[in-house]
T-cell receptor
Framework: EAGVAQSPRYKIIEKRQSVAFWCNPI?????LYWYQQILGQGPKLLIQ????????DSQLPKDRFSAERLKGVDSTLKIQPAKLEDSAVYLC?????????????FGEGSRLTVL | GNSVTQMEGPVTLSEEAFLTINCTYT??????LFWYVQYPGEGLQLLLK?????DKGSNKGFEATYRKETTSFHLEKGSVQVSDSAVYFC???????????FGTGTQLKVEL
């Protein structure tokens, strides 16, 4: 079974530039999450999708961050314009809602450095 | 709100030493508790979990017991190996939405 795929693995940009991260969850997983992990901190939830609908985006900085999951499969997280404090690893995770063990399956993450 | 507090790292041990990583939590209701592990260059993966008080989760020689009276979920292993070197995250899930709240992570280094 293929895991959660994320790209790019690494990205370096200047502040005020834009960046997009892509995630393809495990096939059949209806629930998808984006987490932000700043160095030395635990992952923080940015947004949760159930199929193509948003379940929770209460901690998403909506003035600069956006995310979509148009067809209920893969998802894109965008930052525009980026700030220095956005430097972090962006983690995508998915969950099987049918076989609900509560386990989240994580991708390897996309590491963003904002200069 | 919900929160998880873990002991700070890095924790450096010799191979075959006993490991304890402390985790305490604050949550409304009755959360489920998890330990996730992140090996170098890999994504987070579930190590073990417990869904109610006094449950013991176990996997790969690691154990953790859900202690409601002390709001704790400490991770233990009797004899660590070099291959256990990783970052360990304690997490909880409370309320609806299956959202996980993570601790800050504890890095474990095991040396020969």
């Amino acid at each position: 079974e293929a895991g959660v795929a994320q790209s790019p693995r690494y990205k370096i940009i200047e502040k005020r530039q834009s960046v997009a991260f892509w995630c393809n969850p495990i096939s059949g997983h209806a629930t998808l999450y984006w987490y932000q992990q700043i160095l030395g901190q635990g992952p923080k939830l940015l947004i949760q999708f159930q199929n193509n609908g948003v379940v929770d985006d209460s901690q998403l900085p909506k003035d600069r961050f956006s995310a979509e999951r148009l067809k209920g499969v893969d998802s894109t997280l965008k930052i525009q314009p980026a700030k220095l404090e956005d430097s972090a690893v962006y983690l995508c995770a998915s969950r099987d809602r049918v076989i609900n063990t509560g386990e989240l399956f994580f991708g390897e993450g996309s590491r963003l450095t904002v200069l | 709100g919900n929160s998880v507090t873990q002991m700070e790292g890095p924790v450096t041990l010799s191979e075959e030493a006993f490991l304890t990583i402390n985790c305490t939590y604050t949550a409304t209701g009755y959360p489920s508790l998890f330990w996730y592990v992140q090996y170098p260059g890999e994504g987070l993966q579930l190590l073990l979990k417990a869904t109610k008080a006094d449950d013991k989760g176990s996997n790969k020689g690691f154990e953790a017991t859900y202690r409601k009276e002390t709001t704790s979920f400490h991770l233990e292993k009797g004899s660590v190996q070099v291959s256990d070197s990783a970052v360990y995250f304690c997490a909880l899930r409370a309320g609806g939405g299956n959202k996980l709240t993570f601790g800050t992570g504890t890095q474990l280094k095991v040396e020969l």
